[in-house]
């Protein structure tokens, strides 16, 4: 059974730096598609960076473009969101979640939660002003 964990949420200030890890167990595909959205209070679940572990492609949502970086650590089944520069928009409850290859080749679908079949339980940032 696919099993997916989150850690490393904290309150951080405005500017500073926070890395959240997924460790994933039971997923047998040789390859996957792994992505992090966050969900604030009162707003939709969002996207915000995806890996195809395949090629090793990454993509990232505009509004974490050149402040957030995604990596996958085969060895320890573990996926990593490096997130710099935070800011008060950043604080939300973050999630892992993983599916097939294909999701992360369509544009579209890498960023529709409802294409991902396996979900970790959420970790919270929270970003002081």
């Known amino acids: 059974q696919v099993k997916l964990e989150e850690s490393g949420g904290d309150s951080v200030q405005a500017g500073g730096s926070l890395r959240l890890s997924c460790v994933v167990t039971g997923y047998t595909f040789s390859s996957y598609c792994m992505a992090w959205f966050r969900q604030a209070p009162g707003k939709e679940r969002e996207g915000v960076a995806a890996i195809y572990t395949g090629v090793g492609g990454t993509y990232y949502a505009d509004s974490v473009k050149g402040r957030f970086t995604i990596s996958l650590d085969n060895r320890k089944n573990t996926l990593s969101l490096q997130m710099n520069n935070v800011t008060p928009e950043d604080a939300a409850t973050y999630y892992c979640?993983?599916?097939?290859?294909?999701?992360?080749?369509?544009?579209?679908?890498?960023?529709?939660?409802?294409?991902?079949?396996?979900w970790g339980q959420g970790t919270q940032v929270a970003v002081s002003s």
């Open positions: 979640a993983a599916n097939l290859p294909r999701t992360c080749l369509g544009g579209d679908t890498r960023w529709r939660p409802s294409e991902y079949s396996y």
